[in-house]
């Protein structure tokens, strides 16, 4: 995955605006075979008040914080021979966006391709994505909690 940089505003002890941080993003990791760095996460609404502290600590979950959101950018290789892609479902609306390549979503028995600019509105439902292509893939995506479907428990893979 190319090094994500993270631009981050606030505002001075004098209540300037400014810039906070100007870095490459610490939090990557590997998670079911997919590169993934979260740049920003919530609980509750967001606010943009106060002093500045990074608010990604060391293990975000997959789903976003109670009430919160997360933004994050996953790198998706190409599937391996035999290997499954991984679906979950999570209570969350999320908008995932393609930066680069192509990639199938799969959502119950459909599917689609998934090219650069294309942008799927997940609401809750059981999803994979599958790289069937030979390149890397990237998608940025915005991950808000929601209610849980109703008659369904709240699931968190």
Known sequence: MPRVRRIVTG????GRPAIVEDAVCPHVRTTAGAR???????????????AYADPVGPDVPLPPPAGGGTL?????GPREPGEEPYTHRTD???Y?????????????TDETVMRPGD??????????????SEAPCTL?????DAAPLTGHPRETP
């Open 72 to 76: 994050r950018v996953v790198e998706f």
């Open 92 to 94: 969350s609306l999320d």
């Open 11 to 14: 505002h001075t002890p004098e």
């Open 36 to 50: 993934v760095a979260d740049l920003w996460t919530y609980q509750g609404g967001p606010r943009n008040d106060g």
């Open 96 to 108: 995932a966006v393609v930066l680069t390549g192509e990639i199938v979503a799969v959502v119950g």
């Open 140 to 144: 940025l995506f915005v991950l808000l």
């Open 119 to 132: 942008v799927l509105i997940q609401r809750g439902t059981g999803h994979a994505w599958d790289n069937r």
